[in-house]
């Protein structure tokens, strides 16, 4: 009910033919972005309130949805606020100006915050204490246990402390880390009566430890929050001083960094963006709900915060680190049963991937299907005396990546690599900039993405001497080269050695790295040259054969869907008659089931253990479909200010294989949630008679299935390690 949309404008449509036409100066049905995007927070919410599930799995999803919060509030609500700053600020496509915006959220946020709490403190935190997994608050310790909090805060907290004293009334803001713990202390002599001559000081908890000190001798897993240590014993920090008051606190900035790319050195530049960004506005000032009065006033001075700032809580700040106590081991019968990823059916870990893709193409869904053959081709390519070559686009990558482990492997080896790497991967700027700098010492030719845009496609090419031929080995993906998240993330990868995508593939790295201009090609599209028109292409030509009588559909899976163009261009598909399938797992603009205008689109949004973020297309195309992965939501972003890629799958098992991802996720009947045309979301419920079916599920089934069918290695060839000294890829033990 608190999404706003401008669904009741109808003098702005005319009606030709059932086919709904729009002038370009008549808004369309269009819900705000923003609220949309706390709707998709608040069903990850619902899983944490879901009694059905175990505890630790509920722990879980709480957590994540704190995360994602602190980094909406982060870039979303920071950019709002500056919008808000500006004399004429402009109203969104939903009507919505950025006042209207913030307070619409600040009541979403609260809804939010008071099932968030209500669900932990009087449902999560008790059952899990009837497990013996609980804090313990420092006043119920027993002697031992007090002397033994007492002994870790000497011997390894308060050496890491560092109070900063605030002056009264000074505006202080870059003295106090965002997302950090902080404690404001009101200290004062012992001499003085009352709390005259009383300064306040600042101090930041330590980010590097952990937020859980387990107790000795105790059963289960009892343990006490860092934070509360550290209230107890902070008076040791002020000796021959009192501490009269104090009151936890945590700051989220504004951290939409703004670059000008014209600069010489855009990686120096770039770590001027990321200082800067310590300097953001307060967005957003959390309080434990026993913060002193007193002291609030004073905070948002210091902070240069308002009051509609402030958001207090009755459970532990910063709930996202508790994703650390939701992997508590010992306590697997606090969780979901976990799923290991399968080998895909074609390929066996050890033996040569090139000879496998040779053979046929390769199409695996994560995390269901293992990730081992997207490292194997770059890992194997590293160490092949006959690969020439590697071509890649980097992301988001993990820590200890294997992937750029193997790249400096393969430059070092002799190989000719480059990379493409994104400095602009929002909040894992610092970690790009780190791993590039490795890439450049190894003799990678390393490309700062390029001018303007964010490079987000996902893309491999491998250049390999057989014969007396050079043949090109190639990866797509709707996911990043991150060997972490893609046991976390649903994803698509495809891998092949037929030489149109090799050709296409090395066009694009051409247009990347030497500037060549793009050329239109038949299986790849480019954003943002020609993305958005051929998205626009394919929906057209589904809305004409519905016109000519023809049966047409449009099956999508994407994470957003915001763009204004496409969104029209569905509706007036759906006006024609053609029957539109969306599965949206985040903000979703488009308005379904309104006469005349969106009554053939269904809009379904999924979640469950793993975050859906593969984006699969089909197009009917008169019985012949055509299916594509692609890289990019439909965002005004995405389509404009990125460069991402839209692959078009020919092979027909992998075509089927596709079609069924598509099918799955529209047939959940469990975890789905359908978007009503108010703007709301329901979840779906089974009728009565109908077997329930989880998509998740199905297709770890599917996998499972499959991968007992691995056919024998046709060349029985075993891949052997080398030696120290001879080529060898660095140890990935542990990453």
Known sequence: MFLIFNAFRNHFQTVFTGCSIYAPSMPI???????????????????????????????????????????????????LEMLGAL???????????????????????????????????????????????????????????????ADVFEESILPLLTPVE??????????????????????????EPGNAGCRRVLVPLPSTLSRFIRLPNSSGYRFVLLEEVIMNFVGSLFPDELVHSAGLFRITRNSDAALKEDAYDFARQMVDALAERKRG??????????????????????????????????????????????????????????????????????TDIFNSLRNGDMLLHHPYESYDPVLALIEQAAVDSDVLAIKQTLYRTANNSRVISALIAAAENGKNVTVVV???????????????????RSGVQLIYGVKGLKTHCKATLVVRKEGDALKRYTHFGTGNYNEVTARLYTDISYLTSRENYGSEAAQLFNALTGGVKLRK????????????????????????????????????????????????????????????????????CLQPGIKKISK???????????????????????????????SADLMKRSLDRRVELMVEVNDDLSKERLLSVLNGHFKDNSQAYRLESDGTYQRFKSKKGK????AQEHFQRVAVKEAGRIPEAKDMRLLPHRPPGQSQIPSTEGS
């Open 521 to 588: 090609m038949k299986l790849l599209t480019v954003a943002p040259f020609l993305l958005r028109k051929k998205l626009l292409s394919l929906i057209g030509n589904e809305a004409s054969r519905a016109e000519n009588g023809e049966e047409a559909g449009i099956d999508i899976k994407v994470n957003s869907l915001q763009d204004e163009q496409i969104i029209e261009a569905l509706y007036a598909a759906s006006g024609a008659g053609v029957k539109i399938r969306l599965n949206v797992r985040g903000i979703c």
């Open 281 to 350: 506005a307060c967005v957003r000032l959390e309080i434990d709900s026993r913060f002193p009065d007193e002291l609030l006033e004073g905070l948002l001075i210091i902070l240069g915060a308002r009051s509609s700032h402030v958001y207090p809580s009755r459970v532990p700040l910063g709930l996202g680190r508790f994703m650390e106590l939701s992997e508590t081991k010992d306590f697997e019968q606090l969780k979901i049963e976990s799923w290991s990823p399968v080998q895909a059916a074609g390929w066996l870990p050890g």
């Open 422 to 440: 994104e400095l602009k991967a929002r909040f894992d700027e610092a970690r790009n900039l780190e791993r590039a700098e490795e890439l450049v």
């Open 87 to 149: 004399e004429e600020s402009r109203v969104d496509p939903a009507g919505m100006s950025p006042g209207k915006q913030l307070r619409m959220i600040r009541q979403r946020v609260e809804v939010m915050a008071e099932e968030t709490e209500r669900v932990l403190v009087e449902e999560l935190f008790p059952e899990l204490a009837r497990h013996k997994l609980q804090a313990v608050p420092v006043e119920k310790l027993k002697p031992g246990q007090l002397d033994h909090i």
């Open 600 to 630: 053939n689109i269904e809009v379904s949004a999924l979640v469950d253990r793993y975050l859906e973020h593969a984006r699969v297309l089909s197009f009917h195309n008169g019985g012949k479909a055509r299916v594509f992965l692609s």
């Open 29 to 79: 049905p269009y819900i705000n972005r923003e609220l949309s995007w706390l709707e998709f927070n608040q069903r990850v919410i619902n899983e944490g309130a879901r009694s059905d599930l175990p505890p630790l799995e509920r722990l879980k999803f709480l957590a994540i949805a704190a995360s994602n919060l602190d980094e909406f509030f982060m870039v979303r609500v920071g950019g």
């Open 166 to 191: 605030l002056r009264d009334g000074e505006r202080a803001i870059e003295m106090v880390p965002s997302l950090c713990l902080c404690l404001l202390c009101e200290i004062g002599s012992s001499d």
């Open 691 to 694: 077997k329930s079916f989880k």
